[in-house]
């Protein structure tokens, strides 16, 4: 007979709500004793929510952290939930050998049984930095935690742990753990699951442990937890993986020996397989991403300029899908250039999305800012932009809607944005996702809706048709850049990979374009430090991961 069955509960936490938490975290004890669990396992710091960066060095924050976890013991104890052993991640104040506590937090796993804390794993560093990077200093105070739970040893690691080799890792030697519990916040980038799924394996295999690994599921600012929690045997083959993106508990029967029968639970998968593919993967993540972002922060909708294009024919589709048709607002925003099919194209988005859409015309304003100022050229583009974006400013004061800002990383990373124009708002869905990839996932959206039976969302024209600002007469995007699919991939060198000019050009492009590309996006990190935040998808976010300063004079030669 099986000895544990294990709980793996994906939740999803707000950063701060230490209370709105730990209901969530009491109802998924509820439901694991209810499925004869005796054993739960939740994410990285999902009591306090991840990552909390700077609330890490307020005392009183922590502090009501650790008071929470004890009162969560006792809490659970008086609900006969007491038998069970809980396991979850939250900071704690790091002791300084004096009695006293450092305003310093610890990475903490605490274990919970019969009303009290148990066991207490603490990293000596909370990791408070750009996200958290995968790679740390083990301090020889790291000490592994284990416990058994009917005979069978379970030992605690937290998320970077299993990057490297030394540290609390390498005690799984002499504690010949059944079972490695792994908690984890560990957000969303595309191809990163398959990298999870390879360490698990590995630390599988190498300490001859079964390993249960749980993460986070939801938006936090910009940075998306997918869940794909999963569950490896000693020979590192998975052989349970609950929904990405998706909240619940899955469970699973362990043996003594730490051999697994996996049990499906409700919405989990069968398969151990990763069945989402890229692009619905990366849909998934903006949509959560925005979702979370809206609800979390208290705004009742959206806003956004909708032009006909591509770019702003994806952010709604997003938004919709995230948050109904009812709660999203699109404008139309025309000028004297404004073409009959950009018109028309955003109706038709509108009407295939059941969105609310109204029309403000920008030309008089435009007129009064030209003639007043006499502006001409650049100047006298720019500043249509711009009234388009003290138009849905104006609009987001007046009805409480979040503005959508719907540019591109590839739009970004050039600098070809008006700032305080299109790039006004407050959350930008595509930021990190470019052009080649948002034609990519209108398509794939296109044909979702056509494989239910559904109309697809995005207009035809708004896919094929040429992009462009039409702040002028005729023009399109690839007056000024090269073609996107070539665009995105010197930028993809550039950034993505950190190659030098003469790489890229090696790389079988034309000089005189790597030049100006180059340029193009080291003069623009101005812009891009003032911009909205958005949905991390990839290992290089502006913002988040590439951070060049402003005032630089380096170039390469």
């Not at 000596?124 to 790291?142: A, I, M, Q, T």
């Not at 697994?260 to 919405?267: L, R, S, Y």
């Not at 090269?482 to 993809?492: A, G, Q, S, V």
């Not at 623009?524 to 402003?550: L, S, Y």
Request: glycine content about 8%; aromatic content about 6%; proline content about 4%.
């Amino acid at each position: 007979m099986p000895k544990v069955r294990l709980a793996m509960a994906q939740t999803n936490p707000e950063v701060g709500d230490i209370s709105a938490n730990l209901e969530a975290c009491f109802a998924a004890v509820s439901a694991a004793a209810a499925n004869n669990a005796n054993l739960v396992l939740f994410g990285e710091m999902c009591v306090t929510g991840y990552p909390i960066e700077d609330l890490a060095t307020r005392r009183s924050f922590v502090r009501s952290a650790e008071t929470a976890i004890d009162d969560f013991a006792v809490r659970l104890d008086q609900a006969g939930l007491g038998n069970l052993h809980v396991v979850l991640g939250h900071p704690a104040l790091a002791p300084n050998g004096t009695g006293d506590h450092w305003a310093i937090a610890q990475n903490c796993a605490s274990v919970v049984f019969q009303g009290q804390v148990i066991g207490r794993y603490a990293k000596h560093h909370l990791p408070n930095y750009s996200v958290f990077d995968e790679y740390r200093v083990f301090v020889p105070g790291d000490q592994l935690l284990t416990f058994e739970v009917n005979g069978v040893v379970c030992s605690v690691l937290i998320c970077e742990d299993i990057w490297q080799s030394g540290g609390p890792v390498a005690q799984l030697t002499s504690a010949k753990p059944q079972l490695t519990l792994v908690l984890n916040g560990s957000p969303f980038e595309m191809g990163k699951q398959q990298t999870r799924t390879q360490l698990v394996s590995n630390l599988a295999t190498e300490y001859n442990t079964a390993v249960a690994y749980v993460n986070l599921v939801g938006g936090q600012d910009d940075l998306v937890f997918d869940g794909a929690s999963l569950l490896v045997n000693r020979s590192g083959n998975t052989v349970q993986r609950l929904p990405a993106f998706e909240t619940g508990v899955g469970y699973a029967d362990l043996n003594t020996d730490g051999t697994i029968e996996a049990v499906t639970a409700p919405g989990a998968e069968s398969s151990p397989a990763v069945t989402a593919d890229l692009l619905e993967s990366v849909w998934q993540a903006l949509v959560l991403g925005l979702r979370d972002y809206v609800n979390k922060n208290g705004f009742k909708s959206v806003v956004l300029g909708l032009s006909g294009g591509i770019d702003s024919a994806v952010c709604a589709s997003l938004a919709v899908d995230a948050l109904g048709p009812s709660r999203v607002f699109g404008v139309s925003l025309p000028s004297v250039y404004s073409s009959d099919h950009s018109k028309s194209d955003a109706f038709d988005l509108a009407n295939r999305l059941g969105l609310h859409i109204r029309t403000e015309a920008i030309a008089n304003l435009v007129q009064v800012a030209e003639s007043q100022l006499n502006l001409t050229g650049l100047a006298a583009e720019n500043v249509q932009a711009r009234m388009r974006g003290v138009i849905l400013m104006a609009l987001s004061n007046a009805e409480g809607h979040l503005t959508l800002t719907t540019g591109n990383k590839t739009e970004l990373a050039v600098g070809y944005s008006t700032i305080y124009g299109d790039a006004v708002g407050g959350y930008a869905p595509i930021k990190d996702v470019a052009k080649t990839m948002v034609w990519e996932l209108a398509r794939w959206r296109n044909h979702q809706a056509q494989m239910l039976g559904l109309t697809p969302p995005i207009p035809e024209n708004s896919i094929e048709k040429p992009p462009s600002a039409e702040l002028r007469p005729d023009q399109v995007d690839q007056d000024s850049l090269p073609e996107y699919h070539l665009l995105d991939r010197m930028l993809e060198l550039y950034i993505d990979e950190r190659l030098a000019r003469q790489e890229i050009i090696d790389a079988g492009f034309d000089a005189e374009t790597v030049d100006r590309v180059i340029a193009l996006v080291d003069n623009a990190e101005w812009k891009r430090r003032q911009g909205a935040i958005g949905p991390k998808i990839t290992g290089m976010a502006f913002g988040r991961d590439r951070r060049m300063p402003i005032t630089n004079k380096y170039r390469q030669k």
